[in-house]
């Protein structure tokens, strides 16, 4: 296994960008999918705004170094990310927030429809955001339906205004096809907003070809812009006159005019509400550029080379036997992770932790193992495998430090 990760390394196109992060020597870090690795360039960034811009230039700075653009520029970076043309996607907020604006905003364009439908199991913020819009809109214009993700399709009809998915389920890994459940969608009328935290940034996305109305996604994870990063929202251009509910000043049209009156700016710049948050903006803006030149299926191929490796050390060491595996094999269905489901799952986690190997557990009973193809490497799978082979053998879940959990797993 070692000397096959070695040659995988070598020849690994893609491995020099490793570089690139600051990363403890002495872990593996298989957590990309829940923070990203810190890119030396953010650091740098953040000390540069921090200590010329806003230190030296003071308010200045707003047009000076055009902190005034920032969520425009910065969603420019990422367009071409996740297959959107220029003028669609804004960097802002979080994704609770946008799906707040973006939930609201399918259902104004679909009215006579009521039904928000979302897959059983998925991100729970999702669902929470969309009972509260059903608590204030009343059912007779909101309502969820919850489905399991594979009925989705049959469950779409006259009454669906909205369908709502993560491309990537973030409990198991598994990926499900943005075209053809848009197509769907679209054909039952509705409209489809994808939620992209674990598929941007470790794989092509195709917005505009999948014909997507809205999608959000996350700043933190794949992008590596830091914790509470700022995230993001798209927004196709023929939806860009919808009206959204957080009509904040920095959606006016003109926010510094100061009129009483609210009048909504000019594409996706109204989905904006308020002054963006500059310091997580800058390390967003430089982390970002980690990703100048690199070719998105260059990247796609090395993450599935990395599950790939994971999932066949898991087969031949016999190590898979001891798991339900929530992942599945077909690359097509794949997201950027291995989930794998055990009874003793949270002692599991901690053990692989304590030995160096840096995973997370999600509740109930999931182990998840992150494979960020921009600095995970090889070798990282081969330690992730004789680490995870030495906790099973010597029991090491069972230590009683490990009975309690604490607030953020
Ligand atoms: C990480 C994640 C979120 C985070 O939501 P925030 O509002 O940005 O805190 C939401 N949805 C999914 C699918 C996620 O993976």
Redesign the pocket.
Known sequence: MRDGAQIHDANDRLAPLRSLFDLPPDKVYLDGI?LGAMPRVACAAVQQVMLQQWAGDLIASWNKHDWIDLPRIVGEQIAPLVGAASGQVLCAD????NLFKLLASALELRPGRSVILLAEN??P??GYIAQGLAHMLGNDRCQLRRVPATKLEEALDGDTAVLLL?EVN?RSGERYSMRELTRAAHEAGALAIW?L??SAGAMPVYLDACKADFAVG?G??FFNGGPGAP?FLYVAERHQNVVQPLSGWFGHRHPFSFEERYRAGEGVQRFQAWTPPILSMAAMHAALRVFDGVNLDTLRSKSLALTDAFLDGLQSSGIAAEFRCLTPRDHTRRGSQVSLAHEQGWGISQALIERGVIVDFRAPDIVRFGFAPLYNRFADVATALSTLQSVLDERAYEDARYAACPAVT
């Open positions: 829940s979080t994704i609770s927030v998925d991100f913020t999702d993560s973030y939620n935290a674990h996350c933190s994870k995230g």
